[in-house]
């Protein structure tokens, strides 16, 4: 039986795209994963995170990661509609892998509601939604750093070029970047999410 793990990273980010990743493995080589280290992406380190990611490709069956660009994003938030767009495309990994069972981490407040959706999109009647998934199951622990890492390297080549900081709108290095670069440019970049409240506060000063 082939279990598959998805989650995200970067949902909050102004800058950088929403990547969307999953992980299927055979169930009897799951608890392999714990002897390893694998854990939840946010309780490791990114050197931890770069050498997990070696051994989990490696050691999965199969893995896909899906990038959401932020023009794709901004269309979507304006039309309420983000939750909506990253279910089509957990849906999407899903259908990439063909596994027997899913486990997804919902950004939805009802992951049962969240979870339909996916299995509708998907045509797979076995996904199972929980808040917290990346922390309660490892088979999305490690679709976690699969995502993580991704989107860590996305904003290190976004940072070759930019002074963009951390690319969270509670960072002062990021919202000053942003506001440079409106003020020299007159747009804003294609990296930024322009349908973020910060971005629009400042669109609408100027």
Not at 178 to 189: A, C, D, E, S
Request: glycine letters at 4%; a positive charge.
């Amino acid at each position: 039986m082939q279990v598959c793990g998805v989650d995200e990273a970067g949902r909050g980010s102004l800058v950088g795209p929403l990547v969307i990743a999953g992980v299927s493995i055979n169930r009897s080589k799951i608890r392999k994963l714990k002897s390893m280290g694998v854990r939840d992406s946010k309780k490791l380190t990114p050197s931890q995170r770069e050498k997990l990611y070696k051994k989990i490709i490696k050691f999965a069956d199969n893995y896909y990661v899906a990038k959401i660009n932020p023009p794709t994003i901004d269309r979507s938030v304006n039309k309420h509609d983000l939750n909506n767009l990253e279910a089509k495309y957990m849906a999407k990994v899903i259908l990439k892998l063909n596994p027997n069972i899913s486990y997804v981490d919902s950004c939805d407040v009802n992951p049962s509601r969240f979870g339909k959706k996916i299995s509708k999109l998907a045509k797979n009647n076995n996904v199972k939604s929980y808040h917290h998934a990346d922390s309660r199951f490892i088979i999305v622990s490690a679709a976690s750093i699969i995502a993580k890492v991704n989107r860590d390297r996305a904003i290190q080549n976004l940072r070759k070029k930019h002074n963009i900081g951390s690319g969270y709108p509670s960072d002062p290095k990021t919202k000053r970047f942003v506001k440079n670069y409106y003020h020299n440019m007159k747009k804003i970049p294609n990296f930024v999410r322009s349908s973020w409240k910060p971005v629009r506060i400042m669109l609408n000063e100027n």
